[in-house]
């Protein structure tokens, strides 16, 4: 089944909102297939659907105030990319870390279901807000 450009844009928005920002890992599974497929040509990987929820419940509980904000969103056939922007608290064993990070995310939606997902964000500010260096660099590096 294809979705509309404006269907793909629901979904993204309604991911964003029930996964990130209310939390409820349901929604992962709703919107995966029974595998998902990560990365590009030489750097595939595959995650089932329970190993996906476990991947974003743990993202939860490390940034239990984790809010994301949903910039422009692009659809053209079943592949989408849209700019997103993080905010939040980083905890570990470390301490908790105020983080704000911004990037894009690559999926190709078919059926209602995102069946490949990659990403690009600004890894080494990442790692300076939560205190892994103490030199921030502007570097994308893809997620």
Do not use: C
Not at 44 to 67: G, K, S, Y
Not at 75 to 82: F, L, N
Not at 92 to 118: C, L, M, N
Not at 129 to 138: D, E, G, P, S
């Amino acid at each position: 089944m294809n979705h509309t450009a404006d269907e793909v844009r629901r979904i993204v928005h309604d991911y964003a909102q029930r996964v990130w920002n209310d939390h409820d890992t349901s929604a992962v599974a709703e919107y995966a297939p029974d595998v998902t497929e990560f990365g590009g040509d030489e750097n595939v990987t595959h995650a089932t659907r329970v190993e996906l929820v476990e991947r974003v419940a743990d993202v939860l509980t490390r940034i239990p105030d984790h809010h994301l904000t949903v910039g422009q969103v692009i659809v053209q056939g079943e592949q989408v990319v849209w700019e997103w922007r993080l905010t939040g608290t980083f905890h570990d064993d470390r301490g908790s870390f105020p983080v704000d990070a911004k990037g894009f995310t690559y999926w190709r939606v078919r059926d209602g279901r995102i069946v490949f997902r990659d990403g690009v964000m600004d890894l080494m500010a990442w790692v300076w807000q939560i205190k892994v260096t103490n030199r921030r660099i502007r570097l994308l590096m893809p997620v």
